[in-house]
């Protein structure tokens, strides 16, 4: 770690050295630039500008439009003090061209004296429309034999925290240019660069670019080395495992068969295949190191279902792991339902409370076969006896570290366990290769039959009393439906959105069983909410977000969204996903509070135009940027910081064919780029 003090800081290379080894930066700089993730001189060189202030050119006063900002240079004709309340002092500059009012509300008499009549005067700021007309109000400022403000380069503007300023973190930024671009390591050997430009170079421009210049190969550069460490890290780990023992399941597939036989359905040929490339996974001897994209409703639990009876037959254990508590009672359920005929009877281990130590204590047991739960039965000691397979649901929402643990937790001397991932965010081919470089791609490409389609309506907030009596008509003629609130956050004031919701439909929807469910209610009181709708006498759930992945009632057909233009595409579709899940055709309505924004717009658009979670995977990055999408949660990939998986697509064959060459040579290569680009310096082979 940069930060310790060790022997090897002497041999340290000067971008690894901690933010300190710069003049001028003590420990109260350090920890501003350590809240913006900024701890050694390294990660300053990558802290790139969000955008560039022009001060190359001096524009005329004439020239100056409001909003705009610009660099203007002139003599002082006039000075004064104006306004009794708040007294500002107003400084008047005039060029060749015209006159310009500068505003300062906060002044002395020395800066009265500094700006003198006849004194030049260099300022930068933007014009706006004051009480008098177009004014700057505090531009940055030279004046009197002060060097101008002109620059022959662009002005980077980074982002930056309360309490450090920009000009501080622009010399902060220069200093560890000057330290670390002289000699800093080019671990990508030339012929795997995607361009002629070295990194220095690029570095130097993007901080400091001349006017017009092109700034695309310059992020290219990065984004690319970038993507090749996180890809070749990957790899690493994935070539690490590869050498370990899976637990071989060679078995001739007595119970799936049976189960098959007893399952009211047939499998679609999607979730054929799939269970095949599971099953010949699981015969191997490597373990199984699989991540399986299905839109919502293609039916990934049964294909979990399967590979569980290929690993229980084989004598293994099988844990089942879901993001929530809600999704894994469900998961206990739907599996007790589908296994108990044959024998096998799911343990459920979810928060570690009362009775846990019996629980755990159980999994320990040579008896028991599957056992299902949230992140919990992870976090503490929780022993498997002979843990064979791992089935992590909406492994989306969770991290490559949790990953790696949880796999971790199935080691047994030489063995490992088996690793199924599913997601219901599905994201194109090229970009899951990458973003999954470390497993296996099954993809399940069709939904069951027979699936009534949903259609989608988008509502203004004040046509809710149609929505309202709409319901009550569908209630009576013995529908079901959910009625989602706005949530962002499960904060109290959602929840008291929600139960305010509730009161308001039990009082418009007479006769009616409404029921509620939020994140906030005790894992009893969630499960017979949900007892109570699937299967019970309530006919409209108010529900937050909680119900946004896995839930499955088959029985619900209706689905009305609040404050929809608030939600993200992706969410949207997870949403919707709750319905059309039986035969019922399904209506969604989304009700939003106009005027809706364009990008509120594109998305009920979108929504409306296709159920494919492909291509609305697709389009959500086409309108929020990869950033937002792939949050670390989003792929399992620490949150990259220069790269984006959508713009930079197109090289990412490129970026592929470079990991592979370089994961394949020496490793003092790969080493670098890791301490260089990845945040969490984890330990190689450590899963
Ligand atoms: P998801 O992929 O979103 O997790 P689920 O596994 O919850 O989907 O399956 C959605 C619904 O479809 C469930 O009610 C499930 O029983 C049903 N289902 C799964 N496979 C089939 C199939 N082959 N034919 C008919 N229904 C199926
Ligand atoms: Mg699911």
């Not at 306004?83 to 500059?93: C, I, K, N, Q, T």
């Not at 002395?108 to 429309?129: H, P």
């Not at 670019?209 to 890290?233: I, M, Y």
């Not at 699937?534 to 108010?542: D, F, S, W």
Request: a positive charge.
């Amino acid at each position: 770690m940069p930060s310790s003090t060790s022997a090897s800081d002497l041999t340290q290379a000067p971008w690894e050295r901690p933010v300190t080894a710069l003049p001028g930066i003590g420990p109260a700089l350090a920890e501003r630039l350590a809240r913006l993730e900024i701890q050694t001189v390294g990660d300053l060189l990558f802290h790139l500008p969000s955008r560039y202030e022009d001060r190359t050119c001096i524009v005329p006063i004439r020239g100056l439009r409001v909003g705009q900002s610009a660099l203007v240079e002139g003599e002082i004709l006039a000075q004064a003090t104006v306004g009794r309340a708040r007294p500002s002092l107003l400084v008047e500059l005039a060029d060749d061209s015209g006159l310009l009012r500068l505003r300062f509300f906060h002044f002395n008499a020395a800066l009265r004296r500094k700006f003198f009549v006849g004194a030049r005067m260099s300022v930068y700021g933007e014009l706006r429309l004051g009480p008098q007309g177009p004014e700057m109000v505090h531009p940055e400022y030279r004046c009197a034999g002060e060097a101008s403000l002109r620059e022959t380069t662009l002005t980077p503007v980074y982002p930056t925290t309360e309490g450090l300023g920009m000009n501080a973190l622009r010399r902060t930024v220069r200093a560890a240019l000057a330290l670390a671009l002289p000699g800093l390591a080019e671990y990508l050997p030339e012929a795997l660069r995607p361009s002629g430009l070295t990194l220095a170079a690029a570095l130097r421009l993007l901080h400091g670019p001349p006017p017009g210049a092109d700034l695309a190969p310059a992020r290219a550069v990065l984004a690319f080395e970038e993507l090749v460490t996180h890809h070749a890290h990957l790899l690493t780990l994935r070539h690490a495992q590869g050498r370990s023992l899976g637990r071989k399941c060679r078995v001739p597939g007595r119970l799936l068969t049976q189960f098959l036989e007893t399952l009211p359905f047939t499998p679609t040929k999607a979730q054929t295949t799939v269970i095949g490339e599971i099953r010949r996974d699981l015969e191997g001897g490597r373990p199984m190191r699989r991540v399986l994209q299905g839109d919502v409703g293609s039916g990934k639990t049964l294909v979990a279902a399967a590979a569980a009876l290929l690993v229980i037959e084989a004598g293994y254990q099988v844990a089942v792991m879901a993001p929530t508590e809600l999704l894994a009672r469900q998961h206990m359920e739907t599996l007790g339902h589908w296994l108990r005929p044959l024998g096998i009877e799911p343990l459920g281990l979810m928060r570690l409370g009362a009775g846990a130590e019996a629980q755990r204590a159980k999994a320990l047991d040579r008896e028991t076969r599957l056992v299902v739960g949230t992140q919990a039965m992870f976090q503490e000691a929780v022993g498997f006896l002979r843990l064979g397979l791992v089935v992590i649901d909406e492994q989306h929402r969770f991290g490559v570290q949790e990953r790696q643990a949880l796999t971790a937790k199935g080691r047994a001397g030489a063995h490992r366990a088996h690793l199924l991932a599913m997601s219901a965010t599905p994201i194109p081919r090229t970009l899951a290769q990458s973003a999954y470089a470390d497993l296996d791609l099954s993809i399940l490409d069709e939904r069951p039959p027979g699936r009534a389609p949903v259609t989608t309506v988008a509502l203004a907030e004040n046509r809710r009393e149609e929505v309202v009596a709409r319901m009550r008509a569908a209630c009576l003629g013995g529908a079901k439906a959910y009625w989602v609130c706005p949530l962002i956050e499960e904060g109290e004031q959602d929840l008291k959105a929600a139960a305010a919701l509730h009161a308001e439909l039990a009082e418009a929807l007479a006769g009616v069983r409404i029921g509620l469910i939020h994140g906030r209610m005790k894992a009893a009181d969630k499960d017979r909410a949900m007892e109570d709708f699937a299967r019970g006498p309530v006919q409209v759930l108010v529900a937050t977000t909680v119900i946004e992945v896995g839930v499955d009632v088959p029985a619900a057909s209706l689905l009305v969204i609040e404050n929809a233009e608030r939600l993200g595409l992706a969410q949207l579709h997870q949403l919707r996903g709750r319905i059309g899940r039986g035969g019922l055709p399904g209506h969604c309505v989304l009700l939003y509070k106009p005027p809706l924004g364009d990008m509120a717009r594109e998305r009920i658009a979108c929504l409306r135009e296709t159920d494919d979670g492909f291509l609305i995977a697709r389009r959500d990055l086409e309108l929020r940027g990869a950033g937002e999408v792939f949050g670390v949660r989003q792929t399992g990939l620490p949150g990259f910081r220069v790269a984006d998986f959508m713009r930079d697509e197109a090289m990412l064959p490129a970026v592929a064919r470079a990991a592979a060459t370089l994961v394949r040579g020496d490793s003092a290569p790969l080493l670098g780029l890791r301490r260089r680009w990845l945040r969490e310096r984890h330990e190689l082979g450590s899963a």
